[in-house]
């Protein structure tokens, strides 16, 4: 943001006609009218920033108004949040503080943007803890007041949509942090359309060529698919025009960001792609007929043209997913002999789909108020909070994981639904009905069947959980539950436990001490940690309470057990601090000191070949090649971790260090070797391994690892060889597939 020349007539008309539009959009909505207000926020917001300019030259009001609209035409909200989101940047910026706000506009909206304050700065300070403890208050902040969030997603979207005039390392910072934290939110509320349009975007400012090949293969493609589409629909459109149903039918295609992602699960190409579009059918809400049985109802009509594939239905309309996603999944067989999908789905259901939760008001009768229509989302977050991890990174993988989850439906004996993530064990299932169940639990019975703690659950199982109140949580726990819930209770669990004991240890040792009329003193504690070989005092009391450590019954024995002579303690201090003076010395000898240039992160640093010889490392997450994209991560010690812009590590490090990014690009190699690693698969035959093996050494190539298996005349291998660049791994790859029998060769990416 920069002080600017006062705005021209024209800026002034444009800022005037956005607002306008945004008023618009606000009285197509069902909230009751407050103008007003929302009025009386522009023009604060307005005064405020006068004088402001984005870093793309527009008028800073630009922004706040940009949001405001999100906010209201593209999430659903009223008044209260379209002011908070007009002002969210007012506290942060200029004069006016949260008091005045308050004073102005009441306690709700200084609430909200007193949240969007606090947060602005993105979630991340500069060290991790910091960064884990900011995650934590936005969350606290959200289960407070959700429209928090919402409007920071709309904040983010909005930034995200006018990231072109930022740096490329400011670019991957913001990219990075928006899929690591933002676009899962975006999920988890529902808000479909905006979660995609985030990854999207994402997607775009960090991979612009891969994301411009694949718009380009989606557009050249596309009549192909409006063609199996036109085949498909045609019948279904004749039947459910003869039975009278009112609906529109439509293809909705896979975002870039999906094919790619799909194209990298899969390590397929683009052409190896199938389900790019999908079919799908809204159908208008009709009073008193009942939503749930129009679907089946169209279901029946598409179910008697194609063949169905069973294994493939989804019913979200009986049990909706937790985001409050409805809709029923088929697939079929179309007429061109493709899979379909086909989603049926009412207006209501399409609605919320795309705006999350917000849409719901639309139904409502009469003129809402948007306070009292907040429905209460947040408990599992809720229940996390109240213990997280003191590792930050891991507590925002744990929050980050329970926000991407699929869900399974599971039975209580008693037949109560619980909705779990996929992947969820018996002993998670234990956490979920309650902390006491799960720590006494023992083991389950699933379908009437005994299990072991770490049995995976499945869609439809019933569970019974067996206890015993001489259990307690152990610490392998941890590796047996995957939800966040039941990770939260066993650490608290298990930190209790550890006070208990260490406290347990503390009262056995201060006995022995008492019956020997001994004071602890520390000095006597000091010895015994250094005579036990424990960091501290609470690690020396755990040992002694879990009988770790088996104290002498007398006092005398104790303490004759930690004399020493001091001129002999202080001998061996010297005769070690005298040896590791030698081992540096000797170290400093054999590595002469690296003259390293102090690293600029505003600067773009070309890799060149000796630059691995200097300030530049790559460390083993992903291993980059030249011609890949990569951006830099500059460490403490002043050198910078190569990753490519794939690399999960580095996604994390972008979201979480952002100011700590440098942009990078590759200057010639021609004698520096790389690692990398294909996966092959096709028909196997006899001497299939001696060609793949040939192709490769004619190249001049080495081979670093090999590995193939081969199964019922198919096999599958993986190779991992040095290179120079991308060229000769694309060279490679196309002269491998050109042998017989080989039917796929990909790169394989890092999934770390």
Not at 148 to 177: C, F, W
Not at 265 to 275: G, H, L, M, R
Not at 614 to 627: A, R, Y
Request: net charge neutral.
């Amino acid at each position: 943001m920069a002080k600017d020349k006062t705005p021209t007539t024209e800026e002034e008309l444009l800022i005037e006609q956005e607002f306008n539009a945004l008023i618009d959009d606000y009285l197509k909505t069902n909230h009751r009218r407050k103008v007003d207000i929302i009025t009386k926020a522009f023009m604060l917001a307005k005064e405020a920033h006068k004088g402001v300019r984005r870093r793309s030259g527009e008028l800073y009001i630009s922004h706040p108004i940009a949001v405001a609209r999100i906010v209201c035409g593209e999430i659903g909200l009223g008044s209260t949040s379209i002011c908070a989101a007009l002002l969210h940047d007012v506290v942060e910026d200029t004069e006016y503080t949260v008091d005045d706000i308050k004073a102005l506009f009441g306690e709700k909206i200084a609430q909200i943007v007193d949240g969007l304050t606090k947060i602005s700065s993105g979630m991340f300070g500069e060290d991790v803890s910091a960064q884990a403890e900011n995650f934590r208050k936005l969350l606290l902040t959200m289960s407070d007041d959700i429209r928090v969030i919402l409007v920071k997603i709309a904040d983010r979207l909005h930034n995200m949509r006018t990231l072109g005039s930022m740096a490329p390392a400011k670019q991957y910072k913001i990219s990075g942090e928006t899929m690591y934290i933002y676009a899962p939110l975006a999920h988890r509320l529902g808000l479909f359309a905006i979660k995609t349009e985030l990854e999207e975007l994402s997607f775009k400012w960090e991979n612009p060529e891969e994301y411009e090949s694949i718009k380009q293969k989606l557009q050249s493609t596309h009549r192909v698919r409006a063609d199996i589409y036109q085949h498909f629909a045609e019948p279904v459109i004749e039947k459910l025009n003869e039975q009278g149903f009112k609906y529109e039918i439509r293809a909705r295609e896979k975002s870039i960001y999906s094919v790619w992602n799909k194209m990298q699960a899969k390590s397929v190409p683009f052409e190896e792609i199938y389900d790019i579009f999908a079919v799908r059918i809204i159908f208008e809400n009709e009073a008193g007929v009942d939503e749930k049985k129009r679907c089946w109802d169209i279901y029946s009509v598409i179910t008697d043209i194609y063949k169905l594939r069973p294994d493939r239905i989804r019913d979200w309309v009986s049990r909706p997913k937790a985001n409050g996603y409805q809709a029923l999944h088929l697939t079929v067989m179309g007429p061109d002999g493709q899979w379909i999908e086909v989603q049926i789905r009412s207006r209501r259901m399409d609605d919320i789909a795309e705006k999350g939760f917000a849409a719901h008001w639309k139904y409502k009768e009469g003129r809402i108020e948007e306070d009292t229509e907040l429905d209460k989302w947040l408990k599992t977050i809720q229940e996390i909070l109240e213990s997280p991890s003191p590792n930050a990174m891991d507590f925002l993988d744990t929050i980050k994981l329970n926000l991407y989850s699929q869900e399974i439906f599971v039975f209580t004996p008693k037949g109560e639904i619980r909705t779990l993530a996929q992947g969820a064990t018996a002993l998670d299932f234990a956490y979920d009905l309650h902390s006491d169940i799960g720590d006494h639990c023992i083991g389950a019975k699933v379908n009437h069947k005994l299990v072991p703690l770490s049995e995976k659950l499945n869609s439809g199982d019933q569970v019974e959980i067996l206890t015993s109140k001489s259990q307690t949580p152990k610490p392998e726990w941890l590796g047996v539950v995957t939800t966040a819930k039941a990770r939260t209770k066993i650490e608290y669990a298990l930190r209790k436990l550890r006070r208990e004991v260490a406290k347990k240890g503390e009262e056995l040792l201060e006995r022995i001490l008492s019956e020997g009329d001994v004071e602890m003193t520390p000095a006597i504690l000091d010895r015994m940690l250094d005579y036990y070989q424990k960091p501290n005092k609470e690690d020396l009391y755990y040992a002694i309470g879990s009988e770790e450590i088996a104290l002498p019954q007398k006092i005398e024995k104790l303490l004759a057990l930690k004399k020493q002579n001091p001129d002999n303690v202080l001998l061996k201090y010297m005769k070690q601090a005298f040896q590791a003076v030698k081992k540096s010395d000797k170290d400093k000898a054999e590595k002469p000191p690296m003259e390293y240039e102090k690293i600029n992160p505003k600067k773009t640093y070309i890799l060149e070949e000796d630059s691995f010889n200097k300030n530049f490392v790559m460390p083993p997450c992903c291993n980059p090649i030249p011609g890949d994209k990569v951006f830099g991560f500059l460490r403490e010690d002043n050198e910078v971790e190569v990753h490519s812009i794939h690399c999960p590590v580095g996604l994390k490090l972008k979201a979480s260090h952002g100011d700590k990014i440098i942009n990078l690009e590759w200057g010639s190699y021609t004698q520096f070797p790389f690692v990398t690693t294909i996966t092959v698969a096709g028909i196997d035959r006899m001497g299939m391994l001696n060609d793949i093996t040939k192709v490769i050494t004619a190249g001049s190539l080495n081979i670093k690892g090999m590995s193939i298996e081969s199964n019922d005349g198919i096999f599958d291998g993986r190779i991992t060889v040095y290179v120079h660049d991308v060229n000769d791994l694309q060279t490679l790859c196309s002269r491998i597939a050109k042998i017989k029998g080989v039917k796929t060769v990909n790169r394989k990416q890092s999934t770390v």
